[in-house]
């Protein structure tokens, strides 16, 4: 069966430091990779996607993620966070021959302190 | 351009009643898609819509739930009779095709239903 699992229900940081909210994934097949962040009472928005070539993933708001096919990881990541990067953090995949299935992990609340 | 957008953006109703919730994807989005979020559990997929026709429905819980695309433009979900582990919050979603750049699925807000 394919999962995501984002072992993390919740993530604190302070302003400028740098985050990151983690992911790991369970498929039969080769996997496709997404971040999404919701923001209070909006949909969720699409962050990046890993599909093939570079492991190192960069998507918007400089967010960026690295695909560890050993560790079956796809954490998310940013240098210096901001308060407006507080929000919910979904990781999911597709395997190839799924067509566009969706599999997402519970998500991660990021909190970014001043 | 217009994103996903989805009505309700609540609805709260009793057990044993029909809701129905609509979704109108991007415009010259072929594929739909439903996906419900229960209690602050992993969104889990419903089902996939290419055009009017059901691609995948292996997500769809129980024959309480019944999607429609007719015309291929807009999707409505109803639920009935609702019962109490129904509430969550119900998004769609919308790609333009299945594979490459054309992948990247858009959501819309959600519509959060509960069921008293």
């Known amino acids: 069966a394919q999962s995501v699992a984002q072992p993390e229900d919740q993530v604190n940081v302070a302003e400028g430091n740098p985050l990151t909210v983690k992911c790991t994934y369970s498929v039969s097949g080769n996997p496709y990779l997404f971040w999404y962040v919701q923001y209070p009472n909006r949909g969720l928005q699409f962050l990046l996607k890993y599909i093939t070539g570079d492991n190192l993933v960069k998507g918007s708001y400089g967010f960026e993620a690295e695909f560890n096919k050993s560790q079956t990881s796809f954490h998310l990541k940013k240098p210096s966070a901001l308060v407006s990067d507080s929000a919910l953090y979904f990781c999911?995949?597709?395997?190839?021959?799924?067509?566009?299935?969706?599999?997402f992990g519970s998500g991660t609340k990021l909190n970014v302190k001043p | 351009e217009a994103g996903v957008t989805q009505f309700p953006s609540h609805s709260v109703i009793e057990k044993g009643q029909t809701v129905t919730l609509r979704c109108d994807p991007i415009?010259?989005?072929?594929?739909l898609y439903w996906y419900r979020r229960v209690m602050g559990k992993e969104i889990k997929f419903l089902l996939h819509f290419v055009k009017e026709s059901k691609q995948d429905e292996s997500g769809m819980p129980n024959n309480r739930f019944l999607a429609e695309r007719t015309g291929g433009t807009y999707s409505t979900l109803k639920v009935q009779p609702a019962e109490l582990e129904d509430s969550g919050v119900y998004f769609c979603a919308s790609s333009y095709g299945t594979s490459g750049r054309q992948e990247t699925q858009y959501f819309g807000p959600g519509t959060r239903l509960l069921v008293l």
């Open positions: 415009s010259g989005h072929d594929n």
């Open positions: 999911a995949v597709r395997v190839s021959y799924n067509f566009n299935k969706f599999y």
